[in-house]
T-cell receptor
Framework: DAGITQSPRHKVTETGTPVTLRCHQTENHRYMYWYRQDPGHGLRLIHYSYGVKDTDKGEVSDGYSVSRSKTEDFLLTLESATSSQTSVYFC??????????????FGSGTRLTVV | AQTVTQSQPEMSVQEAETVTLSCTYD???????LFWYKQPPSRQMILVIR??????QNATENRFSVNFQKAAKSFSLKISDSQLGDAAMYFCAYRRGSGGSNYKLTFGKGTLLTVNP
């Protein structure tokens, strides 16, 4: 779905370095989410945003921060990457009401490897 | 907190046969939505089917149908006439209904479906 893009698609970084992942939407949706996907765990919510500068923690937020200065952009930052943060990261957007998608629109994911 | 449980980490089916993937959930809310997402090796998350809790009729999308048992909090996915392209990871997910400021999806851990030719 062209309405949401994530960058980069792949990244390898070293332990202890900061990393920022970007999610950009063109749908003007209010809600944006960051999930991580790990084998045996499904997708788990890291942080979410319900408006510009309005963010909150999800179930696995330790070691992550987010920012949303514009409706279209939601940034996820790993302040000091650790090997346990090696994962696939998905951004998603949603409307308040289910709308035609009845849920979310997902980005293509970012595979992050911390070595 | 809502939880979603998929008790089958892996399933397999013969091409053209029918397979059912199980999902149970726990919630105290009466207004919610349930979804099945498909994730092929491309990593893309694809919505397969959704069910509104207030609807008694089971949702159907072509070869995909659900068995929604609200009282039992069960939401299984049936794939009929399985095709090789159905091979993927399938996630069951829950979303609350209207109200509040958080419409997050809560996912199960997934079921990896293999389709054998």
């Amino acid at each position: 779905d062209a309405g949401i893009t994530q960058s980069p698609r792949h990244k390898v970084t070293e332990t202890g370095t900061p990393v920022t992942l970007r999610c950009h939407q063109t749908e003007n949706h209010r809600y944006m989410y960051w999930y991580r996907q790990d084998p045996g765990h499904g997708l788990r919510l890291i942080h979410y945003s319900y408006g510009v500068k309005d963010t909150d923690k999800g179930e696995v937020s330790d070691g992550y921060s987010v920012s949303r200065s514009k409706t279209e952009d939601f940034l996820l930052t790993l302040e000091s990457a650790t090997s346990s943060q090696t994962s696939v990261y998905f951004c998603a957007i949603s409307e308040r009401e289910p709308g035609k998608n009845y849920g979310y629109t997902f980005g293509s994911g970012t595979r992050l490897t911390v070595v | 907190a809502q939880t979603v449980t998929q008790s089958q980490p892996e399933m397999s089916v013969q091409e053209a046969e029918t397979v059912t993937l199980s999902c149970t959930y726990d919630t105290s809310e009466s207004d919610y939505y349930l979804f099945w997402y498909k994730q092929p090796p491309s990593r893309q998350m694809i919505l397969v089917i959704r069910q509104e809790a207030y609807k008694q009729q089971n949702a159907t999308e072509n070869r995909f149908s659900v068995n929604f048992q609200k009282a039992a909090k069960s939401f299984s996915l049936k794939i009929s006439d399985s095709q090789l392209g159905d091979a993927a990871m399938y996630f069951c997910a829950y979303r609350r209904g209207s109200g509040g400021s958080n419409y997050k999806l809560t996912f199960g851990k997934g079921t990896l479906l293999t389709v054998n030719p």
